[in-house]
């Protein structure tokens, strides 16, 4: 049973083209969604974390929003080096702990 | 630069072969975490350990063990490796128990490949 749900896929831009993506959840008691950028062979880096409706943050080109079932990552005029895929995650319950449950990410390329 | 070590960085071997891939996290954090990372199956939780105890487990196969060592490193055993346990395996780590307390910082990862 999917808890986290990334689309598209894969997104081609062009540099200075804007555009959102989108991270959908059913998870009750959130304790948290996390957004994380990931390049070719190394691991997550962390972005944001939001933690309730209406939250947003904020980093140079990308903007990340939540409401009630899901999250977007707007990113505004990307740049080349915007390239990389992006994960998104919630923290859900595991027993007597929250674990972070990862989607299978979105791949962005941004053509120069 | 995210401060999580993990070692060895690539990894080939054999069917049924055994291996460790040992991590060292944040200085100061106290949870470990263990990812497997596939094409097919993307980011899969496997186990937690909080200072030095089992504190959550995910869809670890019966053949893949971990520790957690006083000096909070981890290991993480895979045995009686399979073509399909080819994978990145990365470790993360955190301040805090998974109480919701925030994000995880990754390692570079462990790429195993069985052949």
């Known amino acids: 049973e999917d808890q986290v749900t990334q689309s598209p896929e894969a997104l081609r831009l062009q540099e200075g083209e804007s555009s959102s993506l989108n991270c959908s959840y059913t998870?009750?008691?959130?304790?948290?969604l996390f957004w994380y950028r990931q390049d070719p062979g190394k691991g997550p880096e962390f972005l944001f974390t939001l933690y309730s409706a209406g939250e947003e943050k904020e980093k140079e080109r990308l903007k990340a929003t939540l409401t009630k079932k899901e999250s977007f990552l707007h990113i505004t005029a990307p740049k080349p080096e915007d390239s990389a895929t992006y994960l998104c995650?919630?923290?859900?319950?595991?027993?007597?702990?929250?674990?972070?449950?990862f989607g299978r990410g979105t791949s962005l390329i941004v053509h120069p | 630069d995210s401060g999580v070590t993990q070692t060895p960085k690539h990894l080939i071997t054999a069917t049924g072969q055994r291996v460790t891939l040992r991590c060292s996290p944040r200085s100061g954090d106290l949870s470990v975490y263990w990812y497997q990372q596939s094409l097919d199956q993307g980011l899969q939780f496997l186990i937690q350990?909080?200072?030095?105890?089992?504190?959550a487990k995910g869809n670890i196969l019966e053949r893949f063990s971990a520790q957690q060592f006083p000096d909070l490193h981890s290991e993480l055993n895979l045995s009686s490796l399979e073509l399909g346990d080819s994978a990145l395996y990365f470790c993360a780590s955190s301040v805090g128990g998974g109480q919701g307390t925030g994000e995880l910082f990754f390692g570079e990862g462990s790429r195993l490949t069985v052949l």
């Open positions: 995650a919630v923290q859900a319950p595991s027993g007597g702990s929250y674990i972070p449950t």
């Open positions: 998870v009750s008691g959130l304790r948290g």
């Open positions: 350990y909080y200072n030095g105890e089992e504190r």
